[in-house]
């Protein structure tokens, strides 16, 4: 691995993601960042999804957290396409075992938001 870490060959961006694949680096993400910030996010962004999905499949990409309340909750992947689209979007959602409404959240919006409060994390680790 390189010391640059802005050098094209390296592998993680500056602050600690993926590079290359957006899901992977926002999943990543959901698994560094503490689950009550990710809760947080769904709750500010997320919208009631309005079409039934299919339960996750046992090899789908997802992040599982652990709630302060002690409930697990697993953020995956769908690629939907509402009738006003043409092709298929990423959106991420939180499911959470007994909670019968899932939160949706636009797959560009949740990678940017993740990616502030990683900034933010680092910025403030290096304050310290």
């Not at 957290?65 to 990423?90: E, T």
């Amino acid at each position: 691995m390189n010391d640059d870490p802005g050098d094209e060959g390296d592998e993680h961006d500056r602050d600690g993601g993926l590079e290359g694949d957006p899901i992977a680096e926002a999943l990543e993400r959901t698994r560094r960042l503490p689950p009550t910030a990710i809760a947080a996010v769904f709750r500010r962004y997320g919208r009631p999804l309005a079409v039934a999905v299919d339960p996750a499949a046992p090899d789908e990409p997802r992040a599982e957290l652990q709630l302060p309340d002690g409930a697990a909750a697993v953020v995956r992947v769908l690629s939907l396409r509402m009738p006003v689209d043409v092709i298929g979007n990423h959106w991420f959602v939180m499911e959470t075992p007994g909670d019968p409404e899932l939160l949706a959240v636009p797959g560009p919006l949740f990678a940017a938001a993740l990616a502030a409060l990683s900034r933010a994390a680092v910025a403030a680790a290096t304050e310290d």
